[in-house]
């Protein structure tokens, strides 16, 4: 088992930054793919971005070139670090992760095992 908890939330004005981090606990994440969804008020959950164990990354359209997903194995932690946000940003944020060895669809909510209660993020105008 894998506990995720997010951290870093909170409410910026646009254009500003936020970094979110997500402390994993049970075991290591070195064998982790990690990533990061948020639903935003009456929305679906989307996918943001993605980190493969062996650091290929992935994003979304819409935070592409804004938003960079990295890992550190040995604080066995992930990161989110947001710049520019914009009011769209707007949403809660999970993190998520699944083992390498059952790799599934990185944009695939239903693929990750593992998520965190959230953290949430304000952008206001």
């Known amino acids: 088992q894998v506990q995720l908890v997010e951290s870093g939330g909170g409410l910026v004005q646009a254009g500003e930054s936020l970094r979110l981090s997500c402390a994993a606990s049970?075991?290591?994440?070195?064998?982790?793919?990690m990533g990061w969804f948020r639903q935003a008020p009456g929305k679906e959950r989307e996918f943001v971005a993605a980190?493969?164990?062996?650091?290929?990354?992935f994003y979304a359209d819409s935070v592409n070139g804004r938003f960079i997903i990295s890992r550190d194995n040995a604080k066995n932690t992930a990161y989110l670090q947001m710049n520019s946000l914009k009011p769209e940003d707007t949403a809660e944020f999970y993190c998520?992760?699944?083992?390498?060895?059952?790799?599934?669809?990185?944009?695939?909510?239903?693929?990750?095992?593992?998520w965190g209660q959230g953290t949430q993020v304000a952008v206001s105008s």
């Open positions: 998520v992760a699944q083992s390498q060895y059952n790799r599934n669809p990185y944009y695939l909510e239903n693929a990750w095992t593992y």
């Open positions: 980190i493969y164990s062996g650091g290929n990354r």
């Open positions: 049970g075991r290591s994440i070195s064998y982790y793919d």
